[in-house]
């Protein structure tokens, strides 16, 4: 096509367009980008704020369960003191009794060492100690 005034105007307008047209792509693009990068970081706070909850939640519940544990804790303490004092008080009464030579394996052996599994250990001198039922056998031989 020869161009003329007439058509090198079209041409011109033409390009003009194709270039406007060109940028608004180019802008929509853009902003379908910006949207959408949006919309990704919208996601993931809500991501990080229910994993925050969540973490929260949990330490809430940990905390409950310390306090539970705590609690259990202060209860066996409590009655592993009593059962001590008890201990002494039925060694005493045994001691009058019988004898003190009749419950001195049991005074070899402290309360506080009691492990309640039923095993045997050596003591600082070398000698057997038992544990557990074998001291409540023990025990229960002298009544």
Not at 52 to 71: F, G, M, P, V
Not at 127 to 139: K, M, Q, R, S
């Amino acid at each position: 096509m020869v161009q003329t005034k007439s058509n090198t105007g079209i041409a011109s307008n033409w390009s003009s367009t194709k270039s406007i047209l060109a940028k608004e792509e180019h802008d929509q693009r853009k902003e379908r980008r910006k949207q959408s990068n949006r919309e990704s970081a919208k996601r993931s706070r809500c991501r990080r704020q229910e994993e925050c909850r969540k973490l929260q939640a949990k330490a809430e519940d940990l905390a409950k369960e310390t306090s539970n544990l705590r609690a259990g804790i202060m209860r066996v303490s409590k009655e592993c003191r009593k059962l001590k004092k008890e201990n002494k008080s039925i060694i005493k009464g045994l001691e009058k009794m019988y004898g003190p030579d009749a419950v001195g394996d049991l005074k070899a052996e402290e309360p506080g060492s009691v492990t309640g599994d039923g095993e045997s250990s050596s003591d600082e001198s070398g000698n057997e100690t038992l544990h557990g039922p074998y001291l409540w056998a023990i025990f229960c031989m002298y009544i």
